[in-house]
């Protein structure tokens, strides 16, 4: 079931989130409590929160000028590619792409991607 994988993935990735950070109860959105899903997708939903909460993780510091926190905030997100639910179903391009045009603008500078990819999370406040 759906939620059940979400829940499950959760409790994976709950140690991984900042500080006093946690993943809501059940996913965000609107989910038919019948519908069948693909088996993944709880597992990536939980995925997509933990980047979300990353992502905001480092806009905080970068407002507060939090160079420490914005530099553990980036480790974390340079890992996106490699959690358990993302890993399988991303290639090595997409990867390079990730550590080149996501992680390494931000760190130098230019974090127009992190800003355009945070405007889309939800349910992570």
Partial sequence: ??????????????????TGAS??????GEWEPDGVFEEGVGSMQAALIWQCTWIGEYQRAD???????RSAALAQLDGWTELPAVAPNVDAESVSIWHRDVIGAAEEGD???????????????
């Fill in 63 to 69: 407002l507060a000028g939090d160079a420490t926190a």
């Fill in 23 to 28: 993943f809501p109860a059940t996913p965000p």
């Fill in 1 to 18: 079931m759906f939620v059940d994988e979400y829940r499950a993935s959760t409790k994976d990735l709950a140690s991984s989130l900042p």
């Fill in 111 to 125: 974090d127009s991607f992190l800003t355009a990819l945070g405007e889309d999370c939800v349910g992570t406040e």
